[in-house]
């Protein structure tokens, strides 16, 4: 297996993470998955001076293998800032071979850096391998369930 360093995303990598996060996409939605990432979308939201999303990739000899990306949150128990981590990827022949945990351990070290109390994320209770991979960085359950509005039933809170 090759070596790999860890990294922030640059613009050379728009394409491909489009590509990836549309492969993470379908696996985690299955027939669900709306694949709507573009490198245009990826520039704006993951990489772009603007961007939504803090973005770092595993880099294994000039492929990427692997992305996080979080942004702020907040813990508003101990009144302390926290950050969302809204996706972890490791392509499948990477999996096991500790890019997950290097690049958690990456954000984690980003996210102490700026502050942070806590990170947060959710994973579909039919995601096993992950469960599996969270349980193994000693994760802790906050036993909650992640709910969420979409554009229409935001829209629906008005009327």
Not at 4 to 20: K, S
Not at 123 to 148: C, H, P, T, W
């Amino acid at each position: 297996m090759a070596r790999f360093r860890i990294r922030l995303a640059e613009a050379a990598d728009a394409e491909t993470l489009a590509r990836m996060a549309n492969v993470f996409d379908a696996e985690d939605m299955g027939a669900e998955s709306l694949q709507p990432f573009t490198p245009a979308t990826v520039m704006r939201d993951m990489i772009g001076p603007d961007a939504v999303l803090k973005t770092l990739v595993a880099d294994a000899g000039g492929r990427l293998v692997g992305f996080p990306n979080h942004l702020p949150s907040y813990r508003f128990e101990s009144a302390e800032p926290a950050f969302w981590l809204e996706s972890l990827y490791v392509v499948a022949e990477f999996r096991r071979a500790g890019v997950a945990r290097a690049l958690m351990a990456a954000v984690a070290a980003d996210c102490l850096a700026r502050g942070a109390a806590a990170l947060y994320w959710g994973v579909r209770m039919v995601n096993d391998e992950g469960k599996g991979f969270y349980s193994a960085i000693n994760a802790q359950s906050e036993k909650a369930e992640i709910l969420a509005l979409y554009r229409d039933e935001m829209a629906a809170l008005d009327t």
